[in-house]
């Protein structure tokens, strides 16, 4: 089977053709603009028979992350396995937002909530090594992945196993990041996300759940003039701001991400 073929067999399943091709890049261990110059290449059979198969899980709605291992987030190359959400461009928002607070901080202490794959601590440890950056998770599976991340990227965080606040007690700190599961338990949506954790996406009911535990318990854990940032749902903005200013938080905002849908909020506490 040529290059060619399989990109044809591709386009007959409905697999995207950058999909496809990125696909073939991973098997091949070639760059892409290799396959479009080499289109009538032949495939061993080994490699087609593999590459056949991530196709059909391609078309079967398994996210492309997991099928090559990796993926890209804020510069960062990141390992990704089905025991962790794929990371969201939109979740990028997230770690400038801190960014930005962090600039006039000489070295603070930084805490990522749910930390998945450490997409989101490791980020903004890379972009800000003076921070002290812890992150939480519940599952031991996604810390595991989380660790090897920080260690294959030589970036020194503070890995914890618990549930949001639980495994932090008598700790605080200036920046709190969380991108928690906020998609409501009855969202049509989800059908389509039926290979990510369903833990990462929804905290079932209205979808509100963690990020109340979240803000309720905030207080506790920031400093004087600290923030709490969170991604949440595009139509959650305004019972996100509703939470953090009966909790006490000033002025919460709203930030839109690159679709230009509302998704992260967030607010400064006054101590």
């Not at 044809?8 to 603009?33: E, F, S, T």
């Not at 479009?36 to 087609?48: I, S, V, Y």
């Not at 309720?216 to 969170?230: D, E, F, S, T, V």
Request: hydrophobic residues 45%; aromatic residues 4%.
């Amino acid at each position: 089977m040529r290059i060619a073929d399989t990109l044809a067999q591709a386009r007959l399943l409905g697999v995207d053709r950058l999909d496809a091709q990125l696909l073939l890049a991973h098997h091949l261990q070639r760059p892409r603009a290799w396959l479009l110059a080499h289109d009538d290449a032949e495939l061993p059979p080994a490699q087609a028979a593999a590459l056949a198969a991530d196709l059909q899980r391609r078309a079967a709605g398994v996210p492309l992350a997991y099928l090559v291992g990796e993926k890209e987030f804020h510069g960062l190359l990141l390992r990704v396995t089905p025991d962790t959400l794929v990371p969201r461009p939109e979740t990028e928002l997230l770690v400038d937002w801190a960014l930005e607070r962090l600039a006039g901080m000489a070295a603070a202490d930084v805490v990522d909530l749910g930390t998945g794959s450490g997409a989101i601590a490791l980020a903004v440890k890379h972009r800000c090594p003076a921070a002290r950056v812890t992150a939480t998770d519940a599952s031991p599976a996604a810390l595991a992945v989380a660790r090897a991340n920080a260690s294959r990227l030589g970036l020194p965080v503070v890995f914890v196993e618990g549930d949001w606040w639980h495994a932090l007690q008598g700790r605080h700190f200036d920046v709190v990041l969380s991108n928690p599961p906020y998609v409501a338990g009855d969202d049509e949506h989800l059908r389509a996300l039926t290979h990510e954790p369903r833990q990462a996406l929804t905290p079932e009911g209205d979808g509100l759940a963690a990020l109340r535990q979240i803000v309720a318990a905030a207080p506790a854990h920031l400093r004087p003039g600290g923030w709490l940032l969170l991604e949440h749902g595009y139509d959650q903005a305004t019972a996100v701001q509703g939470l953090l200013a009966g909790s006490g938080f000033e002025t919460p905002t709203t930030r839109l991400d690159i679709g230009g849908q509302a998704r992260c909020t967030g607010a400064r506490w006054p101590g």
